[in-house]
């Protein structure tokens, strides 16, 4: 077998994963957008990958981390279909078995996915046969001839094998943005959300401080739009659900089951408060942390309702989407303001963050209490019950670590000569900041100046003004919080329990 004849069957393969895979993509945007092929495959990924693995992805991209997933997946489905496709020159029909096999790969995804319904499987079936079918005519029709010397003299079979091969991609490429239109457009739930009018808080939060926010250029502002807001999650497909739909169920070892509705839940007395959040992958100087105004109700209030019973330390909170997480009992019952959200800054939550209803819990990182699209609460013990990261051996628990970042200036920038600033942010909720340092090269610790803090369950804006010199430069800060604890110097990446140690930056200056 020559090049010319393995390269066209190389083509064919990937052609028609292209051809299947966009064919499924249709059928799912029409039919069952939870259900799309690319999207089930790359949550079982996601939820089978190890914790290492999650944690390495959100390090190189961030909140990117799901556009690279999928982009790695259409590439590693490209590999496959080059495969399938000269499987299927060398001896047919394996290529075409290979094709329904990678169907049923997805056909297993799909109906083991959290919700699935009866017809999650027909996505990804369309896509293994559409492949394998369009593998089997390409291969027979094209590749099999290539060797065919009049066929080689008059250039027929590659023409043809071109015109086949790109309508059969414009077609895969069509039907998958189709797909995918049609699945954002049938986000019903979103539509409802952006004409849903919250009730007005019944306990308001104080205003923002005046000296909260200290307006320095570079700096982020203190309250975090919504848009700016990080998202780390295991959804690769937004869960779409309607107010009508959602429900909340509180239920083991307690009292009294309590079921909560939409209407039940916005007719209680709401209450506003401004929490700082914080996703446990964040680096040391990372940007997984943001700050908003919420509007909720306390858990604790509901909790006392059903009624913890006696050796019940955890909470285990399920999303829609089958997540979940172990918030320990008394961080939910104690003073703090933690609640089941329905707004954010002002609105409902948006639907990446957790609509129509989500936990905001300070003092912890999301990994464990964070949950969004919240429907379940389990009241139980540490001790018989284990939640999605605990089980890739997280730390159950997930107390904040004192922390502090450099924002101004950015590591690797220039810097001009003369008067400059030093700023940044610093937090530990549900506990509070009370100093932060400086260190500029070897020298001596410098206090830097505290903004006024909205309270302690919110990060504090920080600044130093610096007499900058020519040369290069290492700047670095630390933290110490209400009690008198300094940040640590020790270095930790953040599995499994937070990140720790001091945020460093290096800048010229001209």
């Not at 295991?234 to 909340?248: E, G, H, N, Q, R």
């Not at 006696?310 to 933690?338: C, H, K, Q, W, Y």
């Not at 900058?468 to 430069?473: I, P, Q, V």
Request: hydrophobic content about 50%.
């Amino acid at each position: 077998m020559n090049s010319r004849p393995r390269a066209q069957a190389a083509a064919s393969g990937v052609v028609a994963v292209v051809f299947g895979v966009g064919l499924g993509e249709l059928v799912a945007g029409i039919l069952i957008p939870a259900s799309s092929p690319v999207a089930v495959v790359g949550g079982a990924l996601i939820d089978g990958a190890p914790a290492w693995a999650k944690d390495t992805a959100i390090t190189l991209f961030g909140t990117a981390d799901k556009v690279a997933l999928v982009i790695g997946i259409l590439i590693v489905l490209l590999f496959v279909g080059a495969g399938i496709g000269l499987l299927e020159r060398w001896r047919s029909p394996v290529g075409r078995i290979a094709a329904v096999a990678l169907g049923i790969v997805g056909i297993i995804a799909a109906i083991t996915r959290a919700g699935a319904s009866g017809l999650s499987w027909l996505p990804a079936a369309v896509a293994g046969g559409a492949a394998a079918l369009a593998v089997g005519i390409l291969v027979r029709r094209f590749a099999a001839r290539a060797d065919d010397e009049v066929a080689a003299k008059t250039g027929s079979n590659r023409r043809d094998f071109l015109v086949w091969s790109g309508a059969a991609t414009l077609i895969g490429i069509a039907t998958a943005a189709g797909g995918t239109a049609l699945r954002v457009s049938s986000q019903a739930a979103d539509a409802a959300r952006r004409a849903l009018k919250l009730p007005a808080a019944a306990v308001k939060a104080a205003p923002i401080p005046a000296g909260a926010e200290l307006s320095i250029g570079g700096l982020p502002p203190v309250v975090t739009p919504n848009a700016d807001f990080y998202r780390i999650d295991t959804a690769l497909i937004v869960p779409d659900v309607a107010v009508a739909d959602w429900s909340l169920r509180i239920h083991g070892l307690v009292d009294n089951e309590v079921t909560l509705t939409w209407d039940e839940l916005v007719a209680l007395p709401l209450e506003e408060s401004v929490t700082t959040l914080m996703c446990v992958s964040n680096e040391v100087g990372g940007s997984l942390v943001g700050n908003a105004l919420w509007l909720g109700y306390p858990l604790r209030e509901l909790l006392a309702k059903a009624g913890p019973q006696a050796g019940a330390d955890m909470v285990l909170s399920t999303s829609i989407d089958g997540f979940t997480a172990s918030s320990p009992l008394e961080a939910l019952t104690d003073d703090r303001n933690a609640i089941l959200a329905v707004g954010m800054n002002g609105e409902p939550l948006p639907a990446e963050h957790g609509f129509p209803v989500r936990m905001v819990v300070p003092g912890l990182y999301g990994y464990v209490s964070a949950t969004k699209w919240v429907v379940d609460l389990e009241v139980t013990r540490f001790a018989d019950a284990t939640a999605y990261w605990t089980d890739r051996g997280w730390s159950e628990r997930g107390p904040i670590k004192i922390a502090s970042r450099i924002n101004v200036p950015q590591s690797g920038n220039n810097v001009a000569a003369g008067d400059a600033v030093i700023a940044g942010f610093a937090w530990q909720q549900h506990t509070g900041i009370s100093a932060v340092e400086v260190q500029i090269d070897d020298g001596p610790w410098q206090q830097a100046t505290l903004a006024t803090a909205i309270s302690d369950d919110t990060w504090v804006q920080w600044s130093m003004p610096w007499s900058a010199k020519a040369g290069d430069h290492s700047i670095r800060c630390r933290a110490t919080n209400a009690n008198g604890e300094v940040q640590t110097e020790q270095e930790a990446p953040p599995a499994p329990d937070g990140s720790s140690g001091w945020d460093r930056i290096s800048v010229t200056v001209r």
